[in-house]
């Protein structure tokens, strides 16, 4: 009943920028939290960075100052400008949100994710 569509990825060179976009879709009542996790090859899933439904926003120590979260409520949808890129980045980026969503008559709270997108940064 819900899902999650990322879209923005690809190759692009060390310094250069991309933006990721993730937008959900289905009988959707509320979106609570919503972050961006990176998984490289051989290493765990790990947050990049998250932003709650009000706005706050939280980035793990290695993209400070280069990347940013942001959501447009009315669109269902979260971003992630990441910018100054580096081979370290190179990762599949996924999208997950805490989504609040009906089903028949019942109402479920539950967390999901989408399918991932590549993002390689070539030196």
């Known amino acids: 009943q819900v899902q999650l569509a990322e879209f923005g990825g690809g190759l692009v060179q060390a310094g250069g920028s991309l933006r990721l976009s993730c937008a959900a879709s289905?009988?959707?009542?509320?979106?609570?939290?919503m972050g961006w996790y990176r998984q490289a090859p051989g290493k765990q899933r790990q947050l990049v960075a998250s932003i709650t439904g009000g706005g706050s926003t939280n980035y793990a120590e290695s993209v400070k100052g280069r990347f940013t979260i942001s959501r447009d409520n009315a669109k269902k949808t979260v971003y992630l400008q990441m910018n100054s890129l580096s081979p370290e980045d190179t990762a599949v980026y996924y999208c997950?949100?805490?989504?609040?969503?009906?089903?028949?008559?019942?109402?479920?709270?539950?967390?999901?994710w989408g399918q991932g997108t590549q993002v390689t940064v070539s030196s």
């Open positions: 997950n949100a805490d989504v609040t969503y009906y089903s028949g008559r019942t109402y479920y709270t539950g967390n999901r």
């Open positions: 289905g009988s959707i009542t509320s979106l609570a939290a």
